[in-house]
T-cell receptor, first 117, second 114 residues
Framework: GAVVSQHPSRVICKSGTSVKIECRSL??????MFWYRQFPKQSLMLMAT?????????EQGVEKDKFLINHASLTLSTLTVTSAHPEDSSFYIC?????????????FGQGTRLTVV | KNQVEQSPQSLIILEGKNCTLQ??????????LRWYKQDTGRGPVSLTI?????NTKSNGRYTATLDADTKQSSLHITASQLSDSASYIC?????????????FGKGTKLSVKP
């Protein structure tokens, strides 16, 4: 099946620094990728939609200047958490769909546990 | 308001027993309903996807049902194994929408004990 790879799986950073998370579709091209955030015991919340070659679309309440998204190729999207603060500590997950499975199957990355100290 | 409600919030069962997880939704227009398994600290993995016309779908020991009239779904796990311990998430999507129109339930945390 289609595979979405996310890196790193865990990261600890100091408050005020920036952290980059990568999301790769390994065996298909994804013009659109999605970034979610999940707090403990909560459901996944969509943060933004990453569009290859164009600007990302952010959900209401998500700061675009804080969560920078770059979708420079058809297999890679990156999420950069800038000037991280402890409240940004969370589980970040990306997902993508193969073009042949639009509106059906969705594949998720392994997730990235971000801890800001 | 589009919502997906899951019950129970958590469940503990003994290895080898069966269990059923519930999902009620108020999502319109409905496109499909998915069940995912999420291990702790990992991304969700798809178990089943059902469209409006499908009433039941199986994937090994997992069987999902869908009643589009009452807007309810269930996930039945047969002969549970220790590796079934995880959170099970019900996800409903809008008809014709992009993946950005996915509504996630909070999940049911299942613990299978020896």
């Amino acid at each position: 099946g289609a595979v979405v790879s996310q890196h790193p799986s865990r990261v600890i950073c100091k408050s005020g620094t920036s952290v980059k998370i990568e999301c790769r579709s390994l065996d298909f091209q994804a013009t659109t990728m999605f970034w979610y955030r999940q707090f403990p015991k909560q459901s996944l919340m969509l943060m933004a939609t990453s569009n290859e070659g164009s600007k990302a679309t952010y959900e209401q309440g998500v700061e675009k200047d804080k969560f920078l998204i770059n979708h420079a190729s058809l297999t890679l999207s990156t999420l950069t958490v800038t000037s991280a603060h402890p409240e940004d500590s969370s589980f970040y997950i990306c997902s993508a769909r193969p073009p042949s499975r639009q509106n059906t199957e969705a594949f998720f990355g392994q997730g990235t546990r971000l801890t800001v100290v | 308001k589009n919502q997906v409600e899951q019950s129970p919030q958590s469940l503990i069962i003994l290895e080898g027993k069966n269990c059923t997880l519930q999902c009620n939704y108020t999502v319109s227009p409905f496109s499909n309903l998915r069940w995912y398994k999420q291990d702790t600290g990992r991304g969700p993995v798809s178990l089943t996807i059902m469209t409006f016309s499908e009433n039941t779908k199986s994937n090994g020991r997992y069987t999902a049902t869908l009643d589009a009239d009452t807007k309810q779904s269930s996930l039945h796990i047969t002969a549970s194994q220790l590796s079934d311990s995880a959170s099970y998430i019900c996800v409903v999507s809008f008809r014709g929408g992009s993946q950005g129109n996915l509504i996630f339930g909070k999940g049911t945390k299942l613990s299978v004990k020896p």
